[in-house]
């Protein structure tokens, strides 16, 4: 199912985002949209849009903490002109990549449950089921790895998370593994800049093999 810009199907998210929106009028607040090149050869799948970022801004993990090692990073391997998400009117455009969330409308305190991962989950197959053969996909964090096998019917036990992990899927796709770009990672050192790195380092090497 294509991605639907008016979607109210969780009852708990709908009712979050009217919230929102009274509270703060300039705000998005709706469902967001991914973001890149129509046909990419990197699709990178986060968790969910931020409070103050995605869900202001209107575009995945921009104008959060979480956005700017990311950003960072796509830059500095070619996947975008910039190196800093701002806002939607910054001039900012992708390369190869198209970024999404498995989650599409912000969650009460960062946290959607179960039912709202798995009504969302339509829109990510429709996405995965877009990309062209020998694509690769970057999940960030654990929500986002489950999502994406759901959304292919394929077994957790046989496709494990862990940072840093690629697995081949039976349709051809390579799944890159990497822990949540989140403020709290970052700063625990769960997850540095060397790390993230490496992880991109072999996607652009994927990628540019082919």
Known sequence: ??????????????????????????YYARPVA??????PKLLVVGLAPGMHGANAT??????????????????????SNKPQSVSLDDGLKLKQCRITNAVKCLPPENKPVGAEINTCNRYLAQELSELGKHSCVLVLGGIAHNAVLSALALKKKDYPFGHDL????????????????????????????????????????EIDSR
């Open 1 to 26: 199912m294509a991605f639907d810009p008016s979607c109210a199907l969780c009852p708990r998210l709908a009712k979050h985002l009217k919230q929102v929106k009274k509270d703060f009028p300039t």
């Open 34 to 39: 991914p973001f890149g090149v129509k046909s």
């Open 166 to 205: 690629r697995h081949e899927l039976p349709n051809g796709l390579r799944l890159f593994v990497s822990y949540h770009c989140s403020r709290y990672n970052t700063q625990t050192r769960r997850l540095t800049e060397a790390m993230f790195h490496t992880v991109f380092k072999k996607i652009r090497q």
């Open 58 to 79: 209107g575009r995945p993990f921009t104008g959060d903490y979480a956005g700017i090692l990311l950003y960072e990073t796509l830059h500095k391997f070619g996947f």
